[in-house]
């Protein structure tokens, strides 16, 4: 399966502390996206990063890919209570072919 | 409208009967993407359409069910003699196109069988 892995499953962590959450992947990619869940509904799309981009910067969102790894990282800082949600990676390989999302992280943040 | 939207938002029914699940996209998306969703658990990918291109139906769980996209639109979701493990959050998506394009979600239909 090509699908992604988040880990970890879920984190708990304090207001104003940094959360980060990683995603892995078994097969090449052309990008990889980022998105978040509120309460089970829509995802929401965060950040997309390119096989040839190994980091890039949304906000309070920083998102790093090693492609050597297979792996990317979301970091959230300076967490606030709102950010609670799951977040889900999303790979795209190639060609007309559906993105693969992981199994998600679910973030609680604690105020 | 402003985004993906799906209707019904709730549904209830009886298993053994059959259910449609609408989903309208954001205008000019060629892609359209049907996802479950069970309790506190990842999405699963059922099928995705794209263009006039057949549509990709790799994830459909079992015959019992189906999607039609009409005119490059509007798709409906049929789920035929449903079942209680059928019960799930239906999230449809769409995408300016399928080559790795960013998703947007609708609020999706949370499925109940009783």
């Known amino acids: 399966s090509q699908q992604g892995e988040e880990d970890p499953q879920a984190l708990s962590i304090q207001e104003g502390e940094n959360a980060t959450m990683n995603c892995s992947y078994k097969t090449s990619i052309n990008n990889l996206q980022w998105y978040r869940q509120n309460s089970g509904r829509g995802l929401v799309h965060l950040i997309l990063?390119?096989?040839?981009?190994r980091e890039k910067h949304s906000g309070r969102l920083r998102v790093t890919l090693d492609t050597s790894k297979k792996s990317s990282s979301l970091l959230i800082t300076a967490s606030r209570a709102a950010d609670t949600a799951s977040y889900f990676c999303a790979t795209y390989h190639s060609g007309n072919t559906p993105l693969v999302f992981g199994k998600g992280t679910r973030l609680s943040v604690i105020a | 409208g402003a985004g993906v939207s799906q209707s019904p938002s709730n549904k209830v029914t009886e298993k053994g009967k059959d259910v449609e699940l609408r989903c309208d996209p954001i205008s000019g998306h060629t892609a359209l993407y049907w996802y479950r969703q069970s309790l506190g658990q990842g999405l699963e990918f059922l099928i995705y359409?794209?263009?006039?291109?057949?549509?990709?139906k790799s994830g459909l769980p079992s015959d019992r069910f189906s999607a039609e996209r009409t005119g490059g639109s509007v798709s409906t979701l049929t789920i035929q003699r449903t079942q209680q493990e059928d019960s799930a959050v239906y999230l449809c998506?769409?995408?300016?196109?399928?080559?790795?394009?960013?998703?947007?979600f609708g609020p999706g239909t949370r499925l109940t069988v009783t």
């Open positions: 359409f794209q263009g006039n291109s057949a549509p990709d």
């Open positions: 990063i390119r096989s040839n981009e």
């Open positions: 998506a769409s995408s300016l196109g399928a080559q790795g394009y960013e998703q947007y």
